[in-house]
């Protein structure tokens, strides 16, 4: 199994031995690097202290960096370090008091406070000018489309009609990521190739909340969705206006129909709850009847996955059962879990996931797959069971002697 690697010149680039030459530039390159964008207290270390141990960056690709400042002589590097050397910082200055901050994010306590960048994103920039120049504008939703590339003309389709306002990513479970830069949106995309990993795997790994949180709603996507009738900006209105924390487009008829609450209507923008079959649903506010939507194509707002993504577990890849339990993550869940119907999507349900499965004893291998999606759901649900009635024996609450899902 391939390593998951952005697709950036990091991706081709081989671990060297550098000389100890190399090693002090790179270093003071990165000191320097640090002290012109910070402009002023970063404790330049790393510039006066020569001995270095040979470690200091331990995570730095060498190669990558010899490649990024490959432009740049040497000379170029000696003369800026000299111009800073006879700075002092403020942390000189103060060389015997200690920082040492508890609110800080956990580990990072040695930090003063305002260098501290606890957050990040995916906007994607250049290597000149200034900084807070680089963007031009700063997209508030993010979509992420779980992908291999025989599905390419449908998420093509769906790409055209999101606005500037949108980041695009793309998860590759077949590993043809470079094959889609025949589409021009391609190239502003961000890409993740890991093979034959499912849509939550992705999620759990390159959406953390932190990396994610400039952005008000996140999609995550199948790639078998027909967006005919889906306006993007216009579903971000409904979804604000009804205060739709977790949401789905409704599925219109044509579409592989699983729950009756996704399926569209056509006399409502959004509905929260539905009549299931007779003696589905316990509770009328319970899922499947309300406080529910399916994993296909759900959108969270920035909120509802900072909670969502905690609760997606890494073993359990294919998301079996979250759907129930997503309710968790929002209150009141039957207020605040819809569906889209004025804005809907086919689902055209592409077999894609069974055929990544393993022949096996004889079992053709969508088998192996549906078997572990449903040992999954089984798995999920006994966890969070026990989870919670861990929490509440710990916090002394008395339990109904039965506890029905
Ligand atoms: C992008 O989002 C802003 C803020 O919601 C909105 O005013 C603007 O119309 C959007 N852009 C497009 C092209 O819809
Ligand atoms: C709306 O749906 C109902 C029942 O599903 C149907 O009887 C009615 O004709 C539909 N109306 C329109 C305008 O499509
Ligand atoms: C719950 O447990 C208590 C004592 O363990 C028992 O008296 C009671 O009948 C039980 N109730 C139900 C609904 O099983």
Same mark, same amino acid.
């Given at each position: ?19 100890? !030459? ?144 949108? !980041? ?100 409502? %923008?959004?509905?929260?709850? !539905? ?73 055209? !349900? ?20 549906? %078997? ?34």
């Amino acid at each position: 199994m391939g390593t998951p690697v952005r697709r950036s010149a990091i991706s081709n680039s081989k671990i060297r031995r550098a000389n100890e !030459t190399m090693r002090l530039i790179i270093t003071t390159s990165v000191g320097i690097m640090f002290g012109f964008y910070m402009g002023t207290s970063f404790p330049v270390i790393s510039l006066t202290k020569v001995n270095l141990p040979s470690n200091v960056f331990p995570s730095i690709d060498l190669t990558y960096i010899e490649e990024k400042y490959s432009g740049l002589s040497t000379q170029a590097l000696l003369n800026v370090w000299s111009s800073l050397r006879g700075w002092k910082s403020i942390s000189d200055k103060f060389s015997n008091t200690k920082i040492w901050v508890p609110t800080n994010p956990r580990g990072a306590e040695r930090l003063p406070p305002g260098i501290i960048v606890a957050e990040s994103d995916m906007y994607t920039r250049r290597k000149w000018g200034l900084p807070g120049e680089d963007l031009l504008i700063k997209p508030r939703y993010l979509i992420t489309f779980t992908v291999g590339y025989d599905q390419k003309n449908n998420i093509d389709a769906a790409v055209k009609k999101l606005t500037e306002n949108f !980041t695009v990513m793309l998860f590759h479970y077949d590993g043809r990521a470079s094959e889609w830069d025949e589409f021009e949106w391609s190239k502003r995309a961000i890409h993740v190739s890991a093979r034959k990993q499912t849509k939550w795997w992705y999620a759990k790994r390159f959406l953390h909340p932190g990396i994610v949180a400039p952005y008000d709603y996140i999609f995550i996507w199948d790639e078998d969705l027909g967006v005919e009738n889906f306006d993007p900006e216009e579903y971000i209105k409904l979804v604000k206006k009804h205060g739709l924390d977790i949401s789905q487009p409704a599925l219109s008829p044509e579409s592989g129909m699983t729950w009756e609450m996704t399926r569209r209507r056509n006399d409502t %923008e959004v509905h929260k709850d !539905t009549q299931e079959r007779p003696g589905w649903c316990t509770d009328p506010l319970l899922p499947p009847c309300a406080a529910f939507v399916e994993i296909m194509a759900p959108v969270f707002s920035r909120n509802a996955w900072r909670c969502v993504w905690h609760m997606i577990q890494n073993d359990l890849v294919h998301g079996w059962g979250l759907d129930f339990a997503l309710r968790k993550c929002v209150e009141p869940a039957h207020d605040k879990i819809g569906v889209v119907d004025s804005q809907c999507i086919v689902h055209q !349900t592409v077999p894609s996931l069974g055929n990544q499965g393993q022949a096996e004893n004889g079992r053709a291998p969508w088998e192996g797959v549906r %078997e572990r999606c449903r040992n999954e759901w089984n798995m999920f649900r006994d966890r969070l069971d026990m989870a919670e009635k861990a929490y509440f024996v710990a916090m002394g609450i008395n339990l109904p002697n039965s506890t029905a899902h």
